[in-house]
């Protein structure tokens, strides 16, 4: 079965360009050459190596549900909306822990580290958050939702929250914004402001957060981003950077309990003898974001590349099902050498212009060994 994400890619780049057009005309300057394809290579490597990831993504469900199921739930169209509801429900507690449990926030905080917020932003990903979610959505199968219904049902999920990751849309009807997570619940999920951490957990409903206490209306302008900037293009550094921070704090603590202390409790948690927990700061409303950047010829240069890549990627998903599993290797190797290389362009590394040549070197080739 063919993702409905994949057949949804053209309408996700048809409506990144109308908002990147209505951005132009109406200069609000909500986006950034070197961030918008920087939020869209976490998207293709989350995407391709979710091809090599799928007995977590959905075999554990399907062994759940052939094996262990209590019964078997039959699709009418109210169980079609509890299970949507239920699907919208887990994911409310997946997303809320990732954002409490630090081990979990790994697996999610690529999503948070751009500074703008636009729709290419609901692209950035994490290639390891299938390691978190996987479990959260078990009890379904448990009761007896067939892993087909279950994935139609998570990928509508993801789907609708797309085109909420805009500040181009103010607010929705009340009676919208009291039931559905909109533009402006979302715009406050992404905002480093204090008051705005840790808030709008939902999914497409926006009811959980407020039964459980974690709703918070948008009020004083949103500053985007995390707490500690990412301050790199990289999309290696984007998805790795907090394991390498985790793992170093990990190895300094005393004591069994703090390590599992600091991979259990909220993300920024260290022992006293550490410099203690770290405190969320008020982020100033003029505050410089990150932006390294190159020349104008490389920027042509790596639109012209990137461009592409697009076009492999594309026609890699959609033959990803007909060629052997070496092929999907090479296949994804090569997407996760040319995202890294294409987003280190912006930043002048040396290595990067060496890595690009040796990519360059090998397209033809993989090309070739993957479609011919």
Same mark, same amino acid.
């Given at each position: 079965?063919?993702?409905?994400?994949?057949?949804?890619?053209?309408?996700?780049?048809?409506?990144?360009?109308?908002?990147?057009?209505?951005?132009?005309?109406?200069?609000?300057?909500?986006?950034?050459?070197?961030?918008?394809?920087?939020?869209?290579?976490?998207?293709?490597?989350?995407?391709? $190596?979710?091809?090599?990831?799928?007995? &977590?993504? /959905? *075999? @554990?469900?399907?062994?759940? +549900?052939?094996?262990? #199921? =209590?019964?078997?739930?039959?699709? $009418?169209?109210?169980?079609?909306?509890? &299970?949507? /509801? *239920? @699907?919208?429900?887990?994911? +409310?507690?997946?997303? #809320? =822990?990732?954002?409490?449990?630090?081990?979990?926030?790994?697996?999610?905080?690529?999503?948070?580290?751009?500074?703008?917020?636009?729709?290419?932003?609901?692209?950035?990903?994490s290639a390891t958050q299938v390691?978190?979610?996987?479990?959260?959505?078990?009890?379904?199968?448990?009761?007896?939702?067939?892993?087909?219904?279950?994935?139609?049902?998570?990928?509508?999920?993801?789907?609708?929250?797309?085109?909420?990751?805009?500040?181009?849309?103010?607010?929705?009807?009340?009676?919208?914004?009291?039931?559905?997570?909109?533009?402006?619940?979302?715009?406050?999920?992404?905002?480093?402001?204090?008051?705005?951490?840790?808030?709008?957990?939902?999914?497409?409903?926006?009811?959980?957060?407020?039964?459980?206490?974690?709703?918070?209306?948008?009020?004083?302008?949103?500053?985007?981003?995390?707490?500690?900037?990412?301050?790199?293009?990289?999309?290696?550094?984007?998805?790795?950077?907090?394991?390498?921070?985790?793992?170093?704090?990990?190895?300094q603590v005393r004591s069994i309990?703090?390590?599992?202390?600091?991979?259990?409790?909220?993300?920024?948690?260290?022992?006293?003898?550490?410099?203690?927990?770290?405190?969320?700061?008020?982020?100033?409303?003029?505050?410089?974001?990150?932006?390294?950047?190159?020349?104008?010829?490389?920027?042509?240069?790596?639109?012209?590349?990137?461009?592409?890549?697009?076009?492999?990627?594309?026609?890699?998903?959609?033959?990803?099902?007909?060629?052997?599993?070496?092929?999907?290797?090479?296949?994804?190797?090569?997407?996760?050498?040319?995202?890294?290389?294409?987003?280190?362009?912006?930043?002048r590394k040396k290595w990067a212009?060496?890595?690009?040549?040796?990519?360059?070197?090998?397209?033809?080739?993989?090309?070739?060994?993957?479609?011919?």
């Amino acid at each position: 079965m063919k993702q409905l994400i994949i057949y949804s890619i053209p309408a996700f780049f048809i409506l990144i360009a109308v908002e990147l057009i209505i951005d132009k005309i109406k200069k609000t300057h909500v986006y950034r050459l070197n961030d918008a394809i920087s939020n869209i290579n976490c998207g293709i490597v989350q995407q391709v $190596t979710g091809i090599l990831l799928k007995f &977590l993504s /959905i *075999g @554990v469900y399907i062994y759940i +549900y052939e094996n262990f #199921r =209590l019964t078997t739930v039959p699709l $009418t169209w109210y169980t079609w909306i509890l &299970l949507f /509801i *239920g @699907v919208d429900f887990f994911y +409310y507690w997946f997303h #809320r =822990l990732s954002h409490e449990v630090s081990v979990l926030w790994g697996t999610h905080v690529v999503h948070h580290q751009s500074e703008e917020y636009n729709l290419s932003v609901a692209l950035r990903q994490s290639a390891t958050q299938v390691f978190g979610s996987t479990w959260f959505y078990l009890p379904l199968a448990f009761v007896g939702f067939d892993p087909i219904s279950f994935i139609v049902v998570a990928q509508i999920q993801t789907l609708y929250q797309f085109w909420i990751h805009t500040r181009l849309i103010d607010k929705m009807p009340a009676w919208f914004e009291y039931i559905f997570n909109t533009p402006s619940h979302h715009r406050v999920h992404h905002g480093v402001n204090p008051k705005y951490i840790d808030k709008n957990h939902g999914g497409t409903l926006i009811i959980f957060d407020r039964i459980f206490g974690t709703f918070q209306k948008e009020e004083e302008e949103v500053q985007y981003g995390i707490t500690t900037p990412l301050n790199s293009w990289n999309v290696v550094v984007a998805n790795f950077s907090y394991y390498d921070w985790l793992a170093k704090q990990a190895a300094q603590v005393r004591s069994i309990i703090d390590f599992f202390k600091v991979l259990l409790l909220p993300p920024g948690w260290r022992p006293a003898y550490l410099g203690g927990a770290i405190v969320p700061k008020e982020i100033p409303a003029d505050r410089k974001l990150y932006d390294a950047d190159s020349s104008k010829s490389m920027h042509i240069y790596i639109v012209i590349q990137f461009a592409l890549l697009l076009g492999f990627v594309s026609a890699f998903l959609f033959s990803v099902e007909k060629i052997d599993i070496y092929r999907q290797v090479v296949g994804v190797g090569f997407i996760v050498l040319s995202s890294l290389t294409i987003g280190s362009l912006f930043e002048r590394k040396k290595w990067a212009a060496i890595l690009e040549i040796i990519r360059i070197i090998l397209a033809i080739p993989v090309v070739y060994y993957l479609f011919f």
